[in-house]
Structures are given as C-alpha cells and as structure tokens.
C-alpha cells in the first residue's frame, strides 16, 4: 500500500515564506512523478508543481518564480518551497504521486496566507 504523508503548512503573512515536504512509503521505490496541487476554498483542485525522475520542475503560470520543488528520490520525498506568499495562495495542498498511470495522494495540509 502506497501512502503520501504532508508536512509542513499553517498560517503564513503575505510576503513570507513556507516550505511543504511529503515523503511516499510502500512498494514503490522510486515514485516516477511527484508534486503538488492545491483546492482553494470553492474551486477546483489545481496543479502547483510536479517533478519527474531526472527531470525538471514543471509550474503552474500563478507561481512560477517564486516556487522551487525538489525531490530526494533516496529519502522518497518531495518538497515544494514557496516564497513571496500571497493571499490567493490560500488552500489545501495535496501531495501527489504518478507511478505506472496511476495516481496517489496525501490527505492534505493547510496553507493560509494572513496578517
């Protein structure tokens, strides 16, 4: 059984910084495609950033330059440094994983931006 397990999150001010890690255990060894969406209150799920093996990070338009994911395939993990936060950036974001077409998520970790 394949689990994704989020940390990092809270609350945040405008202007500042966060870092997300997620770090994937089960029979998968090394999974092929990590990263990040987030669900805004209201709004459908959207994708922040994700990362294949051996590849390059791949954003979203809303937070390209001032977000960096990373990924330790020895640890199995995958990290998503956010800076300059805004107050849309305001939402659940959701670990994800692709392995073999399918798809594996986190149960969710809250981020909001306010003073």
Not at 46 to 64: H, I, N, P, Q, W
Not at 73 to 81: A, D, P
Request: with cysteine; aromatic share 10%; glycine share 14%.
């Amino acid at each position: 059984q394949v689990q994704l397990v989020e940390s990092g999150g809270g609350l945040v001010q405008p202007g500042g910084s966060l870092r997300l890690s997620c770090q994937h255990s089960g029979s998968i060894f090394n999974m092929y495609v990590m990263g990040w969406y987030r669900q805004a209150p209201g709004k459908q799920r959207e994708l922040v950033a994700t990362l294949k093996v051996g590849g390059r990070g791949e954003y979203a338009d809303s937070v390209k330059g001032r977000s960096t994911i990373s990924r330790d395939n020895h640890m199995k993990t995958v990290s998503l440094q956010m800076n300059s936060l805004k107050p849309e950036d305001t939402a659940v974001y959701y670990c994800y994983g692709n392995q073999d077409g399918v798809n594996y998520w986190g149960q969710g970790t809250h981020i909001t931006v306010d003073y």
